[in-house]
């Protein structure tokens, strides 16, 4: 069980443009999703904690007009890179969270994005 | 502010030879210390959450134990496929995962 799925799983964009990144629990409901940039042999780190029906909520120095988040349904959250630069290319991962006891976060297998 | 450090930063064992993975934490209210493992270009793998001093657990040839102020993965005999990066986190007052910057771990038939 806990499994959760991203798609694409890498994706090569031209500058400018958009690029959405799903993310989906499959055999449970997240009540809490979290999406997560990784650098090269750097960390995870948090960019945005989002909660079914509510808006995201963004960590400081995220650009919430650049990274849009979406969270539609407990098993569905989508992030949407906008207008995408050669800066914004990185490992992009989510995690899910089913709000019960423990709140245990399971990720996915990640995205990889690479704006040329 | 948060922070989880991880050290050695990589570490290369022979198949076989014991050792022990870092992590210093400080983490506000702290609501579990979480490791995970994580093969090159995929997310993390859910391994062990310890939430208070003392606590130990284990799985497989791995072990995980909390002090106040650390927490060590012990790897034991270890094998080829145990190779990859052992990432440490840390959640806090607020529900979110701090990371380390993970160990990687070579190990060498």
């Known amino acids: 069980g806990a499994v959760v799925s991203q798609h694409p799983s890498w994706v090569i964009c031209k500058s400018g443009t958009s690029v959405k990144i799903e993310c989906r629990s499959l055999?449970?409901?997240?009540?809490?999703m979290f999406w997560y940039r990784q650098f090269p042999k750097q960390s995870l780190m948090l960019m945005a904690t989002?909660?079914?029906?509510?808006?995201?909520?963004?960590e400081q120095g995220v650009e919430k007009d650049k990274f849009l988040i979406n969270h539609a349904s407990l098993t569905l959250s989508t992030l949407t890179v906008t207008s995408a630069h050669p800066e914004d290319s990185s490992f992009y991962i989510c995690?899910?969270?089913?709000?019960?006891?423990?709140?245990?976060?399971?990720f996915g297998p990640g995205t990889r994005l690479t704006v040329l | 502010e948060d922070q989880v450090t991880q050290s050695p930063e990589a570490l290369r064992l022979q198949e076989g030879e014991s050792s022990s993975l870092n992590c210093s934490y400080t983490?506000?209210?702290?609501?579990?210390l979480f490791w995970y493992r994580q093969d090159p270009g995929k997310g993390p793998e859910f391994l062990f959450t310890?939430?208070?001093a003392g606590e130990e657990k284990e799985k497989e040839r791995l072990k995980a134990t909390l002090t106040k102020k650390e927490s060590f993965l012990h790897i034991t005999a270890p094998k080829p496929e145990d190779s990859a990066t052992y990432l440490c986190?840390?959640?806090?007052?607020?529900?979110?995962?701090?990371f380390g910057k993970g160990t990687m771990l070579l190990v060498s038939p």
């Open positions: 983490v506000s209210g702290l609501r579990g």
């Open positions: 989002s909660n079914e029906g509510s808006k995201a909520t963004y």
């Open positions: 055999d449970f409901q997240a009540t809490t």
């Open positions: 986190a840390g959640r806090g007052g607020y529900s979110t995962l701090t």
């Open positions: 310890l939430y208070s």
């Open positions: 995690s899910a969270a089913s709000g019960r006891a423990g709140n245990e976060q399971f």
